[in-house]
Nanobody
């Protein structure tokens, strides 16, 4: 089983910045590679939506809400993904989830649809 641990959420004022981090690890195995990693967010009563994702080669894909304000990056050696969020707005308030797709372990198994527990981001004055 793949474990994703998010950190960096919290309360910030409108116009402020936050940086989210997510670390991927295997409970009983080592991770050889991860295809795509990304961030999604969800508010009560709404579907989970893509914020940003990034391939193993570093190609990003942003949701409309993130374009121009958020930057996704990753460190393949550390199996980590980051989300730098600038110019935050109250409508960015949500639980942010880390996702990892195509996780290959030391036995050659491929783990799909892996999610973290989520970290709360609240933008409010």
């Amino acid at each position: 089983q793949v474990q994703l641990v998010e950190s960096g959420g919290g309360l910030v004022q409108p116009g402020g910045s936050l940086r989210l981090s997510c670390a991927a690890s295997g409970r009983i195995f080592s991770i050889i590679s991860i295809n795509a990693m990304g961030w999604y967010r969800q508010v009560p009563g709404k579907e989970r939506e893509l914020v940003a994702a990034i391939t193993s080669g570093g190609i990003p894909n942003y949701g409309d809400s993130a374009k121009g304000r958020f930057t996704i990056s990753r460190d393949n050696a550390k199996n980590m993904v980051y989300l730098q969020m600038n110019s935050l707005k109250p409508e960015d308030t949500a639980v942010y989830y880390c996702n990892a797709e195509g996780v290959v372990d030391g036995r050659g198994r491929v783990w799909r649809n892996n999610w973290g527990q989520g970290t709360q981001v609240t933008v409010s004055s």
